[in-house]
């Protein structure tokens, strides 16, 4: 009996290390390209520093928002951190429909790398600029006074959380590029849907002062789960860390599953 189940989970974990094999050689493609444009981070980067330096700053003088004994600057520091994750991520899809075009997609479906493994290895590039950019928004954020944890696990913990909510977010955008199938046409459903996704979730302000359908859009918006890992992390603030951890796993699996699904239609 022992022989007989010793088969199977060896094919099983052969199958698991060529998976990770071949998702860990797409990231290191994505990153390589990164590496020949690093202006890229520092151009979208712009915004979301913007949004800390100009808007935080203002909003703290002001006391518009009601964030309890925290202030506003902490509180929307982490909130910024999960926007600019989001900004990078959304429009990943162009980048897989620029390939259709110039052939490299259809070239890399007919290998045998899963197109699970091609879309997981997408999403996690897509994590690792965003995870570039949170530390350059948490040395900002530091040097503007925000009170932030130094805890290695935490800091640690920060980073898991940006990179599955970024592999969710560009899962979404493939997944919007499968069905569009145009550039032009991703671009503006990008648009339409970043700022509803950022405004309808806790970056800027607490659920409790949102009207009661925002509130309902931001309870199944991953990206209010972002948040709130975000700043249970960084700044201390009450939250269900499990919680937050597993919606943001289980969308990044949704995700990638759906984006798998609909990426062979997206090279016909």
């Known amino acids: ?41 520092l151009t979208r980067a712009i915004q979301p520093v913007l949004w800390l330096v100009i808007f935080g700053t203002t909003f703290s003088r002001i006391h518009a928002i009601p964030t309890g004994n925290v202030p506003y600057l902490d509180y929307l520091a982490p909130g910024i951190i999960a926007q600019s994750a989001l ?8 980048q897989i429909i620029w390939e259709r075009d110039a052939g490299v997609l259809t070239k890399l479906l007919v290998t045998p790398t899963p197109r699970a493994a091609l879309v997981t290895g997408k999403a996690f590039a897509a994590g690792v600029r965003s995870m570039v950019q949170a530390v350059m928004i948490t040395i900002v954020a530091a040097l503007l006074g925000v009170s932030l ?7 640690l913990g920060m980073l898991i ?20 199938l145009k550039r ?3 671009m503006g459903i ?13 970056a800027l302000y607490p659920v409790s002062v949102m009207p009661a359908w925002v509130r309902a859009i931001s309870r199944v918006n991953p ?11 960084l700044i201390g603030a009450p939250t269900n860390l499990w919680l937050d951890f597993g919606v943001l796993v289980v969308a990044a699996i949704l995700g990638i599953a759906t984006a798998s699904a609909l990426l ?5």
């Open 190 to 202: 990008g648009q339409a849907i970043t700022m509803p996704l950022f405004f309808a979730s806790n």
């Open 264 to 268: 062979r239609r997206l090279a016909q």
């Open 161 to 180: 959380v940006v990179v599955l909510g970024s592999a969710f977010f560009a899962c979404l955008s493939v997944t919007i590029a499968g069905i569009v």
């Open 1 to 41: 009996m022992s022989v007989q189940l010793a088969v199977p989970l060896g094919g099983w974990a052969e199958s698991v290390t060529r998976m990770g094999s071949r998702v860990y050689t797409l990231c290191l493609v994505e990153m390589q390209k990164l590496r020949h444009d690093r202006t890229e981070l």
């Open 87 to 94: 900004f990078v991520s959304i429009f990943y899809g162009i």
């Open 149 to 155: 944890t130094w805890n290695p696990l935490k800091l």
């Open 223 to 233: 990206l209010s789960y972002e948040v709130s890992a975000l700043r249970g992390l």
């Open 184 to 186: 032009d046409r991703l």
